[in-house]
């Protein structure tokens, strides 16, 4: 199959009103987008990514107006989380409409919703006319695409279209939140963080880890990963060897001369490099990647979350 790369909207949405996939941009990282309501397009998702079936997809819409079509009832809070944080880095799980093809859901009675704050995206979205169910751009269990190039790379030939966009600002995935409950309940750290969850919904909490697996299947399986090992520290003082190693992190590490190093002012610049920096370790054969925990507190909570899995063997 021949990928074409575009930087035009329409054409990109063509593909959906076609039944076919596409990729495109948002502000957390690339998704591959399918019209929700079509159960034979949303297979094709599943085809050229290598993802396993009991994976559900979160769906995109461009305006408040479309949740309608996706969900079937919200609670209150669930209101107020969209007043405050859509459009932007935030997927919330609400119970589902009959209309979205149960492909998207994997079965289950609820549906992950998104309105992404960029604006090729909503322009995009837009013209599609239809909710866009879209996991990440990649190949499963690879680093997720925060690039077209990235997409490139692992979607070539396998997707018809990319939609071209700058690279995404915030670089790790929405935060995930289960609203069919009493109370928020966060299954995936992500772009907006707990304590601005919070801030909103006091009660607001985080899934404990045993119970997240059969909340939303996807997190059982590995995930973000380069070729590399990944290992987490906090303190290097050990010598490594020099070339085939390299480093991510807030603070320099003097003591070491890294294939590859990436020093990083602030969380949020090391939340939006990470998986880029994986990328470019794989691209020049390292063996080893160093990734310095950072404190679990805003957007720390979902760093340390992606290197984790990372790090699973
Ligand atoms: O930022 C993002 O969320 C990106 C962009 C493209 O929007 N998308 C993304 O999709 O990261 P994906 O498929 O890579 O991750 C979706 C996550 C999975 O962990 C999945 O289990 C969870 O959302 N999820 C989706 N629908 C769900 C549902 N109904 N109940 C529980 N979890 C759900
Ligand atoms: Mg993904």
Redesign the pocket.
């Known amino acids: 199959m021949r990928t074409t790369i575009t930087t035009s909207y329409k054409t990109a949405a063509e593909h959906i009103s076609n039944g076919q996939i596409v990729a495109f941009p ?1 502000e ?4 591959l987008g399918a019209n929700a309501f079509d159960g034979a397009a949303v297979k094709k998702i599943f085809t050229a990514k290598g993802r396993p079936s009991d ?4 769906v ?1 819409v461009a305006d408040i107006g479309q949740i309608a079509s996706v969900v079937s009832s919200m609670p209150r809070y669930a209101e107020k989380l969209i007043e405050e944080f859509f459009p932007g ?1 935030l ?1 919330l ?1 609400l119970p ?1 409409n009959k209309k979205i093809s149960s492909l998207v ?1 994997a079965g ?1 009675t ?3 919703i ?1 309105i ?1 704050n960029h604006l090729i995206a909503k322009k995009f979205l837009k013209e599609c006319s239809v909710p866009v169910a ?4 990649n190949i499963s269990g690879s680093p ?1 695409p925060t690039t077209w190039q990235a997409v490139k790379s692992d979607l070539n030939g396998r997707i018809p279209c990319i939609l071209k966009g700058n690279p995404s600002q915030i670089g790790v ?2 935060t ?1 939140v ?1 609203c069919t409950g009493n109370t928020p309940v966060i ?2 750290a ?2 907006v963080t707990l304590e601005q969850l919070r801030k909103i919904i006091p009660s607001t909490r985080l899934q404990k880890r045993q119970q997240t697996i059969s ?5 059982k399986y590995r995930h973000y990963s380069p070729m590399a090992y990944v290992f987490i520290v906090s303190n290097m003082t050990e010598t490594v060897p020099l070339k085939s190693s390299a480093y991510i992190g807030l603070h320099n590490n003097e003591k070491n001369q890294f294939g590859l190093k990436k020093i990083c002012r602030t969380e949020a610049e090391y939340a939006r490099s990470l998986f880029h920096f994986f990328r470019e370790c794989d691209k020049k054969d390292i063996e080893t990647i160093y990734c310095e925990s950072v404190s679990e507190d805003g957007i720390g909570l979902a760093i340390m979350d992606r290197i984790r899995k990372a790090s699973y063997q």
Do not use: F, Q
């Open positions: 948002t957390t990282v690339y998704g994976n559900p997809l979160i995109h880095p997927t799980v589902k859901t289950l609820s549906v992950g998104r992404p879209a996991p990440s751009a997720s995935e929405s995930v289960d299954l995936r992500g772009g909340k939303s299947p996807g997190v």
